[in-house]
C-alpha cells in the first residue's frame, strides 16, 4: 500500500490499505505492536484522502489515527497527527479548532524537545493559516516569522515553501501585491 501510494496509484494503494486494516483486525488488538500498524495505515489512508482533496475523510481518518498515536503513548505521533489535524482543519475552514489542534501539537513537540523539532514549523505555518483565516493578521505574521525560523533550523524545506506562500496570502489579503507576487515566486522557485 505504502509503495503503491508513492507511485500515485491511489486506488491500488487503498485495496491494499483496507485489506491490511482487515488482516490487522485479526490481531491482538490493544497489543502495542497491533496498534501502531492500525495507527500507520489509518495515516497512510488519511494522506490518500487529501491528495484526493477529500479533507472531511482525511479528517475522520486521522482523528481514528489520533485515538491509536495516544493509545501508544507516543508524543511524536500524536504531535505530527494534531498537526496533520490542523492543516485538514484550516481546510475545511474551521480555523478555531485548527488553532487548537496546532497549539496541541506545539505543546507535544515541546516535551519531545529537541525531537519534535520537526512538528513546529508545520504547526506554526497552520496556525499562521488559521489566523489568516480569521483575518488575524498580526497573529499569522507572527505565526509564518516564527515558522521560517523553525523550519530553517530543522532544515525542512517543503514547509519553508509553505512559509512563503502563506506569507503571500498574507501579503495579498493586506492590499501589498507587488510584495505577494515576489513571495510567490519564490515559493514557486
Request: glycine share 10%.
Amino acid at each position: 500500500g505504502t509503495v503503491a501510494a508513492q507511485r500515485g496509484d491511489n486506488e491500488r494503494a487503498r485495496a491494499l490499505l483496507e485489506e491490511n486494516l482487515q488482516v490487522i483486525s485479526h490481531l491482538a488488538l490493544g497489543h502495542p505492536d497491533t496498534t501502531l500498524k492500525r495507527f500507520h495505515v489509518f495515516n497512510l489512508l488519511g494522506l490518500l484522502a487529501l491528495s484526493e482533496e477529500d479533507p472531511a475523510r482525511a479528517m475522520a481518518l486521522w482523528e481514528e489515527g489520533l485515538t491509536l498515536a495516544r493509545e501508544t503513548g507516543d508524543p511524536d505521533r500524536v504531535g505530527t497527527t494534531l498537526a496533520n489535524l490542523g492543516y485538514v482543519a484550516v481546510l475545511l475552514d474551521d480555523h478555531e479548532r485548527a488553532r487548537a489542534l496546532c497549539e496541541e501539537a506545539l505543546r507535544f513537540a515541546h516535551k519531545l524537545g529537541h525531537g519534535g523539532e520537526y512538528i513546529v514549523p508545520e504547526a506554526l505555518v497552520n496556525m499562521g493559516l488559521a489566523a489568516l483565516g480569521q483575518s488575524d493578521r498580526a497573529r499569522a505574521t507572527n505565526s509564518f516569522e516564527q515558522a521560517l525560523v523553525a523550519s530553517q533550523k530543522a532544515g525542512k524545506n517543503p514547509t519553508i515553501i509553505n512559509v512563503l506562500e502563506g506569507t503571500a496570502s498574507l501579503a495579498g489579503a493586506t492590499g501589498e501585491a507587488t510584495r505577494a507576487a515576489h513571495l510567490w515566486g519564490a515559493a514557486q522557485a
